[in-house]
């Protein structure tokens, strides 16, 4: 998705793209050579990342990439996955093992791009309550998460016991160090392993500056994203051992769904304000994210919805749609079917729930159903201020 802010933003000269696509679409054909441009990247998916390979060569025009604020954590939970002792031997496991080798990957080209670019701020974090500006606030994720408190309760000795049971040797010990240094203000200078510390974006807390003085409360960050990554391996050490013990394709299934849930409730959500209309910018957002901003008291409304998650009916609710009380619903989706789904995005749960509400939707594409064109995107494209391309 493509925002130019309006005259009264201080990025009125600049240009938002919101998420790439799979990389099948040029994206840079929208955007003449004269434009400053910022990247957001929601999450590393390659479905939203895919088409960042068009803008490898625009490092003079691009001014920011923000990625979501615990993306390192992300990304080495994909390379944990892609370590347990079984992958080498899986089998019927290429769809999963492709797809995290695919956010490994994305992660080491934009943090080869970052490491190359002459503007050593490229890379920005985004995290719940950032303003960017006047009229783009960030939503999710917040800066801390609901997690256990592993690093506290459990000894490193026992920690790194688990580490060698499941994961390769090699492998074992990075997180061994990992584990080690989730204390420290910078977890980087303190990995003396390539098999973590060359997936790690360089990232500077970049929080509001009086917080980012306090150097207890950055410890108490980088503690709290230890604790996410070792929190997920204990959560799903049971389906480790069973795919370790049985390396075949429905016991990664399982450790994989949780996995993209995972990155669903960490995914960056915009919220953005022009001319009186507000645009919520939602990415793959899981209901978890929704009902969080509800709980906290957070003002989701808006006029358009970028409906999350290409229409999946595990992103959204009745609840959560009636709070966001959209006019308009955006649905970028190519009928993909994710699993072993039999209906493809969007869901039509999702369409039935926007059309008993009588709310105007635009696609990007024709929807298609059992090889019958439900949809049509020359029906539902027109609108006055959003061009669907």
Known sequence: MILRPDGQCCFKDETFVIDLGSGGNDITKYINSKEKVNIVLTHHDTDHFGGFKFFVGMTKQIQKIIVPFHQNEITL?????LSLKGIKS???????????????GNQLLLR?????????????FAYDERDYCAHITCMNPPVLLETYDWLGEMDEVGLFRIMQEIFEPEYAEAMRRYVSASGSERIWRYIDSHEIDDIFLREDLELNPELGQQGDIQRNIQRNKG????????????LFREFNNKPIRKNLQKIYNNYVSCTHDVCVVLRARYQGRIFLLTGDASKKVFYRLLEEGKDISADYLKVPHHGSRENLDEQILKEINPRVAIISHNNRRFGKA???????????????HRIKILITNDIVKDGLTYMQKANHMNDANVDII
């Open 77 to 81: 939970i994909a390379k944990s996955i």
């Open 90 to 104: 899986s089998e019927d496991c290429g769809e999963f093992i492709g797809f995290l080798e695919g956010i490994v």
């Open 112 to 124: 080869k791009f970052s490491d190359e670019s002459t503007n050593q701020q490229v890379l920005s």
């Open 227 to 238: 604790n996410f990554v070792v929190n997920f391996i204990m959560e799903n050490l049971k």
């Open 342 to 356: 039999k209906d493809s995005h969007p869901n039509l749960e999702v369409l039935s729930l926007l059309q008993k």
